[in-house]
Nanobody
Framework: QVQLVESGGDLVQAGGSLRLSCAAS????????MGWHRQAPGMQREFVAA???????NYADSVKGRFTVSRDNAKNTVYLQMNSLKPEDTAVYYC??????????WGQGTQVTVSS
C-alpha cells in the first residue's frame, strides 16, 4: 500500500518560513520523481516544484528563488523549504510521485496559511 504523508503546514506571517516534509512508503522512492503541488480555495491545483530521481529540480515561476525542494532517499522523504512566504502562498500543499508523465500517487495535503 502506497502512502505519502505530508507534514509541516502551519499558520505563518508574511515573510516567514516553513519546511514541509513528505514521507513515502510502499514505493521504490529513489526511482520516483517527487513533486509538490498546491491548491488555494476556489482555484485549480497547480504545480509548485519537483525533484527527479537524479536530483534535478524544477520550480514554478511564482516560487523560484524562495522555495527549495530536496530529497533524502535514505529516509524516503522529500522536503519543500519555503522562505519569504506571501499571503498568495496560502493553500493546501500536496506531494506526489511519478515514474513517467503522470503523477500516480498523491498525499492528503497539509495546510499552509500565510497572514499579511
Amino acid at each position: 500500500q502506497v502512502q505519502l504523508v505530508e507534514s509541516g503546514g502551519d499558520l505563518v506571517q508574511a515573510g516567514g518560513s516553513l519546511r514541509l516534509s513528505c514521507a513515502a512508503s510502499g514505493i521504490a522512492f529513489s526511482i520516483h520523481e517527487m513533486g509538490w503541488h498546491r491548491q488555494a480555495p476556489g482555484m485549480q491545483r497547480e504545480f509548485v516544484a519537483a525533484i527527479t530521481s537524479g536530483g534535478s529540480t524544477n520550480y514554478a515561476d511564482s516560487v523560484k528563488g524562495r522555495f527549495t525542494v530536496s530529497r533524502d532517499n535514505a529516509k524516503n522523504t522529500v522536503y519543500l523549504q519555503m522562505n519569504s512566504l506571501k499571503p498568495e502562498d496560502t493553500a493546501v500543499y500536496y506531494c506526489a510521485a511519478r515514474r513517467r508523465v503522470v503523477y500516480t500517487y498523491w498525499g492528503q495535503g497539509t495546510q499552509v496559511t500565510v497572514s499579511s
